[in-house]
């Protein structure tokens, strides 16, 4: 019971904090709210350029393109090799009939490409099609199709080569880049936000500082003088938690409704304000966690170190 009653007292005396140093708080809130907004941001657009990239990446193959002397053991043998190498999905075998059946069902619009296929034998190759696991990753695939005894099985470079290779390759980068952004922004801001809560709590200590020598000359212990700076920056937290969430979705409203076009180059505005409202109540208990730990963190560091707490045993 007399735990209870300390720790009713130490969280109206936090919440108290909060309305005597409104100025400081007002502050601090505004920048949380800018940090945990910012996180937000730069999560939801990561995750919407990783589902662009995905479904850029499922729609890249490569085609492996055959010699009309290559045999059915040579084709089986290069497609035992290519799934042997472990960055290969799926592998397609495109027979030379079926080549040319799949580009007249192609053309089917144009009647004088029809009628010019129907006068000649068929130009197309064999392929073999390779759907790998990451385009980001083909080293082994790029390795085994220049070996010496694979390429005297092609009849032209397989279409990993030349623009398309360049695109795949700028794919990769550009993932790459995206996700290392996301996670040095989402570090510097709340290393921004500690600082700043942490100067906070600690001006709201040097204010007080007489009142907490006397409460320490009367015996009051380290947890009933620290509890309320941590209360104060927990709620500083919540606040900015919510502020946030409620920017972000005023946002996506606004978005949603004044935008036509269901995307900006790789950014998909559709899938980003889709995949925010399917999972609000989890990115909205990941916003009070993450605004409540910088809070708290904070308010521990302030507390130990300026006012010099000794951690009991």
Do not use: C
């Not at 019971?1 to 007002?26: D, E």
């Not at 939801?44 to 479904?55: A, E, L, M």
């Not at 030379?96 to 069902?105: D, T």
């Amino acid at each position: 019971m007399k735990a209870l009653i300390t720790l009713w007292r130490v969280i109206k005396s936090g919440t108290q904090n909060v309305l005597r140093n409104a100025t400081l708080a007002v502050a601090a809130i505004a920048v949380m709210t800018i940090t945990l907004t910012t996180v937000l941001f730069l999560y939801i657009v990561n995750i919407t350029f990783d589902n662009t990239i995905h479904q850029i990446n499922a729609k890249i193959d490569i085609s492996i393109y055959l010699n009309d002397q290559v045999t059915d053991t040579q084709t089986n043998n290069l497609i035992v090799q290519l799934k042997h190498t472990g960055e290969v999905q799926s592998v397609q075998y495109i027979s030379k009939s079926q080549a040319l059946a799949l580009y007249i069902q192609q053309n089917s619009g144009n009647s004088q490409l029809q009628s010019a296929i129907a006068e000649t034998n068929n130009p197309l190759p064999a392929t073999v099609i390779v759907k790998p696991i990451n385009p980001s990753d083909l080293g082994q695939i790029k390795n085994l199709l220049n070996e010496p005894q694979i390429l005297v099985l092609q009849s032209d470079p397989s279409s990993y080569s030349g623009s398309l290779k360049t695109a795949i390759d700028r794919i990769a980068k550009t993932t790459t880049v995206f996700r290392e952004i996301g996670i040095i922004g989402t570090v510097v801001f709340a290393v921004v936000s500690m600082l700043i809560i942490f100067n906070t709590i600690r001006i709201a200590i040097f204010n007080r500082r007489d009142e907490l020598t006397i409460m320490r000359l009367l015996g009051a212990s380290n947890w009933f003088i620290r509890g309320p700076y941590i209360v104060e920056s927990t709620l500083y937290g919540i606040i900015s938690a919510l502020v946030s969430m409620l920017i972000v979705n005023s946002i996506f409203y606004t978005v949603s409704n004044s935008f036509q076009a269901n995307s900006l180059g790789l950014l998909n505005l559709g899938y980003a304000t889709s995949y925010f409202r399917r999972n609000l109540i989890w990115i909205l208990l990941i916003q009070l966690g993450l605004g409540i730990l910088i809070g708290a963190v904070s308010s521990l560091i302030a507390t130990r170190r300026y006012l010099k707490f000794k951690t009991r045993k």
